[in-house]
């Protein structure tokens, strides 16, 4: 009976030379293959995670749970890229996942319990939750309707979109101008985007 080369690797796996062996062994689920691929591939995947998530903790752990998911999917790469290729999008998406599930984290807080408890850093400290609400208000109905959706309610340019009959560009112009506006009513300098 002539055995396949994922047989094959899967009982003689010495120190594999390249990716593509690494890949095979892999395959087989041999744990030195295993460790051999996350070895050689981690410090640079690792620096793809912290251009995508700053904290370093945070970032160690989606290379992580993305080299799980490396090991789990073996089967479904499909050869016709690279390997290191297919790895880089797993650990790209689980980077993306991270950080849609911090900025739902960040949604989750609800605006209105805060109240005046919340205080904006202005030059004197002195800028209260209804002062900002003031000067929301002053802003033409088209910034005041993007920025609400924006900054409040914690909308993407898409949803705001659809919700306003508008295209994604007019409701990026719109937040970006409303801004613009604030910190003039803040005195406070334009910020760089």
């Given at each position: 009976?002539k055995?396949?080369?994922?047989?094959?690797?899967s009982?003689?796996m010495?120190?594999?030379?390249?990716i593509d062996?690494l890949?095979l062994?892999?395959?087989a689920?041999?744990?030195?293959?295993q460790?051999?691929l996350?070895?050689?591939?981690?410090?640079?995947?690792?620096?793809?995670?912290?251009?995508?998530i700053?904290?370093t903790?945070?970032?160690e752990?989606a290379?992580l749970?993305?080299?799980?998911?490396?090991?789990?999917?073996i089967?479904?790469f499909?050869?016709e890229?690279s390997?290191?290729?297919?790895v880089?999008?797993?650990?790209?998406?689980?980077?993306?996942m991270?950080l849609?599930?911090?900025k739902a984290k960040?949604r989750?807080?609800?605006i209105?319990?805060?109240?005046?408890?919340?205080?904006v850093?202005?030059?004197?400290n002195?800028l209260?939750?209804e002062?900002?609400s003031i000067?929301v208000e002053?802003l033409?109905?088209g910034y005041?309707?993007v920025?609400e959706l924006?900054?409040l309610?914690?909308l993407?340019?898409?949803?705001?979109?659809?919700h306003?009959?508008?295209s994604?560009?007019?409701?990026?112009?719109q937040?970006?101008r409303?801004r613009?506006?604030?910190q003039?009513?803040?005195?406070?300098?334009?910020?760089?985007n």
């Amino acid at each position: 009976m002539k055995k396949s080369l994922v047989d094959a690797a899967s009982t003689f796996m010495p120190l594999p030379q390249s990716i593509d062996q690494l890949y095979l062994g892999c395959l087989a689920q041999n744990p030195k293959a295993q460790r051999e691929l996350f070895e050689r591939l981690s410090p640079k995947m690792l620096s793809i995670c912290l251009r995508y998530i700053k904290e370093t903790a945070a970032a160690e752990d989606a290379l992580l749970v993305a080299f799980g998911k490396v090991f789990s999917k073996i089967r479904q790469f499909s050869q016709e890229a690279s390997f290191e290729g297919w790895v880089r999008r797993i650990v790209v998406n689980e980077c993306l996942m991270y950080l849609g599930k911090q900025k739902a984290k960040f949604r989750a807080i609800n605006i209105e319990q805060l109240g005046s408890q919340m205080t904006v850093i202005s030059p004197d400290n002195s800028l209260e939750w209804e002062d900002l609400s003031i000067m929301v208000e002053k802003l033409p109905k088209g910034y005041k309707a993007v920025f609400e959706l924006f900054a409040l309610k914690g909308l993407s340019h898409e949803e705001i979109s659809k919700h306003l009959h508008i295209s994604e560009s007019t409701s990026k112009s719109q937040l970006c101008r409303a801004r613009i506006r604030l910190q003039k009513l803040l005195n406070l300098p334009e910020r760089k985007n």
